[in-house]
C-alpha cells in the first residue's frame, strides 16, 4: 500500500513494515476492532483472550500491540523485558477510562469481604487492585470459579456484568462503567432490521445494553461470534459489536451476509475512535522507531500480574 511521500519516493508501508519485523524479530498482534489492512499484516488477530495469550507465550523481542492502551498495557505485564510499542499512544478506552483506580479502590473499600473480577478493559493501576481478571469469552467461567457465598465486585463493565449475573445466577455488585460503542446500539433500529431481514440471525457482544440482548440468537466475545457465523448454517447475520469484526468474518465465512447493526443516531458509533487512531503508517513508523513504547511501574506490573495469571491459569487458589 503506498501512502506516503519521502523525498519524492512512495513509502510501501506494507513491504517495509514485513522488512523490519524481520530485523526486530518484532510480532504484530491486533484486534479485531482494527481497521482491515492493519488486521492483514498482523501476525496475529483476536479478541483480548487470545491476543493476552499470545502475548504471554511470544518469544518476540518486540511486540507491536495494533489495539488499545490497556491492551498493550497487559502485554508489558506479561512481557517486563520485551519492547512494547502502540502506533498511537492516545488509543484508549472508555470502559478503562471511567474506572479511574483512586475511585475504584474506595469502591472496593466500600465493600469489604468481596473479592474483586475485574474484566480486562481496565487499566494496569486496577488490575493491580483485582483479584482475577477476566474477558468477555470467560467472564462467566471466572466468576463460577469462586465458592456461591463468596461476594464478588465485578467492573467496570455494568452491561458485561449484568450478562454475567444472568448467566451464573450470582448477584454481583457492578462497577457503572459501559463501553461507548456498545451502548449505542438502537433496539428500534435492530427490530425493524429484523423484520426486514427474518432468517438472519442476531449476534451480540454482552457488552451491549441489556435491552438490545434480549432480541440476540447468540450472545459472545468477538471470537466468539466470529465461530458462531463460521459454523453456523444460516446464511444471515445482524452482528451488533463494532464493525471491525466483519472484515475477518467475511474472510473465514465468505458468501454469508453480514449487517453492521445501526446506532441510535445517523453517525458511524460503531465504530471504537479509540482503535481507529491506530494507521498502516502509525505502525510502520512504531516499528522503524520503537516508539511510542508502553512502560508500567514495576511494582504495578508485578501486582497486576498475579491476577492475570490467575485468569490465564484459573487459578484462583491465592485469590
Known amino acids: 500500500m503506498l501512502i506516503q511521500i519521502t523525498d519524492g519516493a512512495p513509502v510501501d508501508h506494507v513491504d517495509a513494515i514485513a522488512r523490519l519485523k524481520r530485523e526486530r524479530n518484532a510480532i504484530i498482534l491486533a484486534h479485531y476492532y482494527q481497521e482491515p489492512e492493519i488486521q492483514d499484516v498482523a501476525d496475529y488477530v483476536g479478541d483480548s483472550l487470545g491476543?493476552?495469550?499470545?502475548?504471554?507465550?511470544?518469544?518476540?523481542?518486540?511486540?507491536?500491540?495494533?489495539?488499545?492502551?490497556?491492551?498493550?498495557?497487559?502485554?508489558?505485564?506479561v512481557n517486563p523485558d520485551k519492547i512494547v510499542v502502540l502506533p498511537d499512544l492516545e488509543a484508549g478506552c472508555s470502559l478503562a477510562d471511567a474506572c479511574p483506580a483512586d475511585a475504584f479502590q474506595a469502591f472496593i473499600d466500600a465493600h469489604p469481604g468481596h473479592k474483586v473480577v475485574s474484566y480486562i478493559n481496565c487499566s494496569a493501576a486496577v488490575k493491580a487492585i483485582s483479584d482475577v481478571i477476566c474477558t468477555s469469552s470467560n467472564a462467566a467461567d471466572v466468576v463460577r470459579l469462586f465458592p456461591a457465598d463468596q461476594p464478588i465486585i465485578f467492573a467496570p463493565d455494568r452491561n458485561l456484568g449484568a450478562y454475567v449475573q444472568q448467566e451464573t445466577g450470582r448477584d454481583l455488585v457492578l462497577w457503572q462503567g459501559t463501553c461507548q460503542v456498545h451502548e449505542v446500539f438502537s433496539e428500534k433500529k435492530l427490530v425493524e432490521l429484523k423484520i426486514r431481514h427474518p432468517d438472519a440471525a442476531i449476534i451480540a457482544h454482552p457488552e451491549c445494553e441489556p435491552q438490545v440482548l434480549r432480541h440476540a440468537d447468540?450472545?459472545?466475545?468477538?471470537?466468539?461470534?466470529?465461530?458462531?457465523?463460521?459454523?453456523?448454517?444460516?446464511?444471515?447475520?445482524?452482528?451488533?459489536?463494532?464493525?471491525?469484526?466483519?472484515?475477518?468474518?467475511?474472510?473465514?465465512?465468505?458468501?454469508?451476509?453480514?449487517?453492521?447493526?445501526?446506532?441510535?443516531?445517523?453517525?458511524?458509533?460503531?465504530?471504537?475512535?479509540?482503535?481507529?487512531?491506530?494507521?498502516l503508517e502509525k505502525l510502520h513508523h512504531a516499528l522503524r522507531d520503537l516508539t511510542p513504547r508502553i512502560e508500567v511501574p514495576e511494582a504495578v506490573r508485578q501486582a497486576a500480574l498475579k491476577p492475570l495469571q490467575r485468569m490465564l491459569a484459573r487459578d484462583l487458589s491465592a485469590a
Open 51 to 77: 491476543l493476552s495469550q499470545q502475548a504471554a507465550a511470544t518469544d518476540a523481542d518486540v511486540i507491536v500491540f495494533a489495539g488499545v492502551h490497556f491492551m498493550a498495557e497487559t502485554a508489558k505485564i
Open 218 to 279: 447468540h450472545i459472545g466475545s468477538t471470537a466468539a461470534l466470529l465461530r458462531y457465523v463460521q459454523q453456523s448454517e444460516r446464511q444471515t447475520f445482524i452482528v451488533v459489536t463494532e464493525s471491525g469484526i466483519l472484515h475477518q468474518m467475511a474472510k473465514d465465512a465468505p458468501g454469508k451476509t453480514l449487517i453492521p447493526a445501526p446506532p441510535e443516531g445517523n453517525c458511524a458509533c460503531n465504530e471504537c475512535p479509540h482503535m481507529r487512531r491506530n494507521t
